[in-house]
Structure formats: structure tokens, C-alpha cells
């Protein structure tokens, strides 16, 4: 299978698991209905050598745990190796701990090997014991976890929810929300929907009521 074929399987495979759980929670529509739609799109080569980033190390173990009753993980594992893996923060921005501890792979958008448009999906690889801290996005995100633990929260004042594999986070547009990694890795499938071509904006707790908003430079990607 080529890695254009591994894309293009993963995203209607997942787009279908998604489909059926909008049944119960309609919050999952947009998200199902994008995917779908994503294999008419163009497709493109990815290009570039894989980042030293510390999470990058955990890839195995965290593909190995991927539940095997999982319909997914043949595909998402096939996908995972197919996709070009990128550290996407400096660690002169947020600090070396978090910049060695995330990493992604983008399967359908600008750096993916799918390109439709009008939404991104990918892979998200996080390090034990991470914190990816208070950010928010004008995009509509969906966090589906499919290996590891990990908590998520939604809002300044949310309570974390910890999620499992096939749990997931549905994180609309403009909500500040946190992820917090446990003493296992982490792989999360991401998509975003809506105003995708977007800054991240980082919260920082100042003091009291006061946070300081920032967008933190991203690493250049060679595609």
C-alpha cells in the first residue's frame, strides 16, 4: 500500500467511526461529514526528515498499546508511518520540555498527503508527563485519543476529563482548552473544521483574573 493509499483508507475509516457516533452525539457531525468529503480532494507528496523531538521516541509504544479490537488500527498505524512527523514549536517560544514533548503528522491539509479543503486532520504524539497548556484557535477541534491517557479540559475554569481510548474531546471555536499526559505516551487523532488557516493563541496565568494571550512562532516544515 502506498502512502497516499494509507491516507485516503485512515481518513474513511475514520470518518466512518465518526459517522456512526454522531448518532448519539451530533457534536461529532461536522467532524464525520469533512472526513467524507476528504478523498475527493487532491493529494500530494510529503517531503522531510523526522524531527529529534523526544516524543518521537514513544511512537512505537504508543502504537503498540492502540487497542487491537480497535476497527482503526490496522489503518491508523499504517497512516502513522506513512505521514511526515514535525516538532511544530521552537523551544525558545514554550520552553524545551514542551517543544521535545509534542509532535504531529498531518495527513489531509497544507502539509498532508491528503489536501482537500477545508479541514486538517493528523496525528498527535505527546510525551509522559507533558502539559500542552491553555490554547485556543478560531478552528473547530476534535481530540480522539487512541492510545495512552489523558486529561482534557475545556474552559479557564473546566473540570479535566479523563479520557481513554475512543473517548474524545469536542472543542469549538475559540474555547481555551488543556491536555495533560500521564506516565504512558499519548497519540491523538485531531481534525479541524471551519477557519482552519488560523493562529494558535497560548493563555499564560499572570496573576489573579490576568492572563497574558500570545501566538507562539512555529518551526518552518519543508513539504
Known amino acids: 500500500m502506498s502512502k497516499k493509499q494509507a491516507a485516503v483508507r485512515f481518513l474513511e475509516l475514520f470518518g466512518a467511526v465518526l459517522e456512526i457516533g454522531a448518532e448519539k452525539d451530533p457534536a461529532l457531525a461536522k467532524f464525520a461529514a469533512a472526513l ?18 523526544h516524543a518521537l521516541t514513544f511512537l512505537a509504544d504508543a502504537l503498540a498499546a492502540v487497542p487491537h479490537d480497535c476497527d482503526l488500527a490496522d489503518a491508523l498505524r499504517s497512516a502513522a508511518a506513512a505521514g511526515a512527523w514535525y516538532a511544530p514549536y521552537h523551544s525558545a517560544e514554550v520552553g524545551a520540555d514542551f517543544a521535545d514533548g509534542l509532535v504531529s503528522s498531518e495527513i489531509a491539509g497544507a502539509r498532508g498527503l491528503v489536501r482537500p479543503d477545508g479541514f486538517e486532520a493528523g496525528h498527535i504524539l505527546v510525551a509522559p508527563n507533558v502539559t500542552y497548556p491553555l490554547h485556543d484557535h ?9 492510545s495512552g491517557t489523558a486529561e482534557f479540559q475545556n474552559g479557564f475554569n473546566g473540570e479535566p476529563q479523563r479520557a481513554t481510548p475512543g ?5 469549538p471555536s475559540g474555547m481555551p482548552h488543556r491536555l495533560v499526559t500521564g506516565d504512558a505516551p499519548v497519540l491523538i487523532v485531531y481534525v479541524w473544521t471551519g477557519q482552519i488557516h488560523c493562529d494558535v493563541l497560548w493563555w499564560e496565568h499572570m496573576e489573579g483574573d490576568l492572563w497574558r494571550r500570545y501566538a507562539p512562532k512555529y518551526r518552518e516544515h519543508v513539504t
Open 138 to 146: 478560531v478552528a473547530d477541534e476534535l481530540y480522539y485519543l487512541v
Open 167 to 171: 473517548e474524545y474531546s469536542v472543542i
Open 36 to 53: 467524507q468529503e476528504s478523498c475527493d480532494g487532491g493529494i500530494g507528496d510529503v517531503a522531510g526528515d523526522k524531527p529529534e523531538a
